[in-house]
C-alpha cells in the first residue's frame, strides 16, 4: 500500500493544520473520537520495500486508544481493487489508465468516518477557488480549533468540535472570507451533528445518499467529494464540478463537454467510476489550459 498516495487527499498543502506529509513521508493527521481530541502518525517501518514494509501508527491524547483500533481504515485497509482489476470492464478502460494503475500500485481508498469535520470542509470548497478555500479551512482550525496533543508538527490543529463551530458568529465569517451561504450550509450541518454521527461507519447506500442529501445547502457535488473521504466510496463522482466533466470529455471526445456526457463515457465502469478518474490523473494527462482562471470573490468589503 502507498501510504504517502492514498492519505495524500487529506491535506491540502505543506502546512496544512489537520493533516500532513512530513519530509520522512509520515503521515500525521489530527481528529477526534467523540469529543476527545487526538494526534496520529502513520509511517513505513521495517525492512524491505517500501510497498511491502509494516505501517506503524502511533497516537497521542485522549482518545489515541480508541483511535487504534480504527486507524487501518484510513489507511485503505478495507479497500481492495481486485474486483475491478478481473472484471470485464477493466479491459476496456484505456490502456493508458491501466498502465497508471501498474505504475502507481498501491493506492487505496479511505474511510475516516468523519462525515461532520468533512463535510464543512468540503462546504468551504463550495464554487470557490482552491486557494479560498483553503484559507477559510485553515483558518477555522488554527482560530477555533484545539491545540493537537503529543509532538506534534509545528501550527498542527484539532478540528473544532461542532459546539465550538456553532458558536462561531456570523460576522467572524464574513471577516474570513467566507460567504453568508457557505456559512449557513455549515452551520446546517454542525446542528445535525450527533445525527451524522451516526451515519459514520454506516454502509453506502441510497440511505446514506438521502440522509445527506436532507441537509440545506449539500448536493450531489457536497456528497461525492465526502464519501470518497469518509466512507472510501469507489464509484461517487464529483458532477458540477468546475473541472472534472471538462478533462473527462475531453479525454475521450477531444473537446469540453458537459456532466450529462461526463456520465455517459463513464458508465461502463459504474460501481468503479471514482477508480477510473483517480487513473485518468494518475495517468499523467491533463486537458488543454483554455479561458481565463475563476477569479477569487472577495466577500469581505460587502
Not at 254 to 280: C, F, I, K, T, Y
Request: charged share 20%.
Amino acid at each position: 500500500m502507498n501510504l504517502r498516495a492514498t492519505m495524500r487527499g487529506l491535506t491540502r498543502g505543506t502546512t496544512h493544520p489537520t493533516a500532513r506529509i512530513t519530509d520522512d513521508d509520515a503521515v500525521w493527521v489530527t481528529t477526534r473520537v467523540g469529543s476527545a481530541p487526538v494526534t496520529a502518525r502513520f509511517a513505513r517501518v521495517g525492512p524491505g520495500p517500501t510497498l511491502h514494509r509494516d505501517i506503524a501508527v502511533h497516537a497521542w491524547g485522549p482518545g489515541a486508544q480508541a483511535f487504534l483500533q480504527e486507524a487501518p481504515l484510513w489507511t485503505g485497509e478495507a479497500d481492495s481493487w481486485d474486483v475491478f482489476t478481473s472484471s470485464p470492464s477493466w479491459e476496456q478502460l484505456p490502456a493508458s489508465w491501466r498502465r497508471a494503475h501498474r505504475e502507481h500500485p498501491g493506492v487505496r481508498l479511505i474511510a475516516t468516518g468523519r462525515l461532520v469535520d468533512t463535510l464543512v470542509c468540503t462546504v468551504l470548497e463550495q464554487k470557490v477557488t482552491g486557494g479560498e478555500a483553503v484559507r477559510a479551512q485553515r483558518w477555522l482550525s488554527r482560530s477555533h480549533g484545539d491545540p493537537a496533543p503529543g509532538p506534534a508538527p509545528s501550527g498542527m490543529r484539532v478540528f473544532p468540535a461542532p459546539e465550538t463551530i456553532r458558536s462561531i458568529p456570523s460576522w467572524a465569517w464574513h471577516r474570513a472570507g467566507v460567504d453568508p451561504a457557505r456559512a449557513a450550509t455549515v452551520q446546517a450541518v454542525v446542528a445535525r451533528a450527533s445525527g451524522l454521527n451516526r451515519w459514520n461507519r454506516a454502509p453506502l447506500d441510497n440511505n446514506l445518499s438521502r440522509a445527506l442529501a436532507s441537509l440545506k445547502g449539500v448536493g450531489p457535488w457536497t456528497i461525492a467529494e465526502t464519501l470518497q473521504i469518509t466512507h472510501g466510496d469507489p464509484d461517487s463522482v464529483s458532477i458540477y464540478d468546475y473541472h472534472l466533466a471538462h478533462h473527462v470529455t475531453e479525454f475521450f471526445d477531444g473537446h469540453r463537454g458537459d456532466d450529462s456526457r461526463m456520465m455517459e463515457l463513464l458508465e461502463p465502469w459504474r460501481g468503479n467510476r471514482q477508480r477510473a478518474v483517480r487513473l485518468m490523473y494518475a495517468s499523467g494527462w491533463r486537458s488543454q489550459a483554455k479561458g481565463p482562471r475563476l477569479t477569487p470573490e472577495d466577500h469581505r468589503h460587502k
